[in-house]
């Protein structure tokens, strides 16, 4: 079973910039999507953006879009959430995850459970 | 696209407990479910309606028809007591979509 350990969470002031990692580890990091996905204090998860296993798609929720960027490095196992403009709704738990999913010939279960998450406080 | 869940579910100890997840033709779709425990980060229990990973013990089962998707756990045990979410993909939308999450409690 693969592992997920994600950091570079912290307090960070409206308006500025901070980018998270998630390192994989014990499994083909480059043959999964990757996604991360958010959970505000006390409230259910939502999620955030998926990258391809190529890194050549993205896709975003609505909420962030236009402000956070997802991206991966296949080379160093590593998948990145770059959050630009940070509100203090985006104050949350982040968690990177493969999640279950099927392409036209194969379906891919999760080969790694979700870390431990990385907290996010958007606050002046 | 928007999955419903029950806010909370109560079974007593041993029982069987059925929480369900609802979605506009969600049988077209595979539905994964995920449990988090106080403190914990979730953990996926089942995935395409009713694959179990490895370690989930075989009380969890899943099932998907019509517009609902359904997870029931046998023989419930305390160590059940939790939040479970739902969650799909909507190629429409191109984005993943989570249940608000349903606390289960063991009474």
């Known amino acids: 079973q693969g592992q997920l350990v994600e950091s570079g969470g912290g307090v960070v002031q409206p308006g500025r910039s901070l980018r998270l990692s998630c390192a994989a580890s014990?499994?083909?990091?480059?043959?999964?999507?990757m996604h991360w996905v958010r959970q505000a204090p006390g409230k259910g998860l939502e999620w955030v953006a998926v990258?391809?296993?190529?890194?050549?798609?993205?896709f975003y929720a609505d909420s962030v879009k236009g402000r956070f960027t997802v991206s991966r490095d296949n080379s160093k196992n590593t998948l990145f959430l770059h959050m630009n403009s940070p509100r203090p709704d985006d104050t949350a738990v982040y968690y990177c995850?493969?999640?279950?999913?099927?392409?036209?010939?194969?379906?891919?279960?999760?080969?790694?459970?979700w870390g431990q998450g990385t907290l996010v406080t958007v606050s002046s | 696209y928007d999955l419903t869940q029950p806010p909370s579910v109560s079974v007593s100890p041993g029982q069987t407990a059925s929480i369900t997840c609802s979605g506009d033709k969600l049988e077209k779709k595979y539905v994964s479910w995920y449990q988090q425990k106080a403190g914990q980060s979730p953990v996926l229990v089942i995935y395409q309606d009713s694959g179990r990973p490895v370690g989930i013990p075989e009380r969890f089962s899943g099932s998907n028809s019509g517009n609902t998707a359904t997870l029931t756990i046998s023989g419930t045990q305390a160590m059940d007591e939790a939040d479970y979410y739902c969650?799909?993909?909507?190629?429409?939308?191109?984005?993943?979509?989570f249940g608000g999450g349903t606390k289960l409690t063991v009474l």
């Open positions: 995850a493969a999640l279950f999913y099927c392409n036209t010939s194969i379906c891919y279960v999760p080969p790694a459970d």
């Open positions: 990258v391809s296993n190529d890194g050549s798609n993205k």
């Open positions: 969650q799909t993909w909507d190629t429409n939308s191109a984005s993943e979509v």
């Open positions: 014990g499994f083909t990091f480059s043959n999964y999507a």
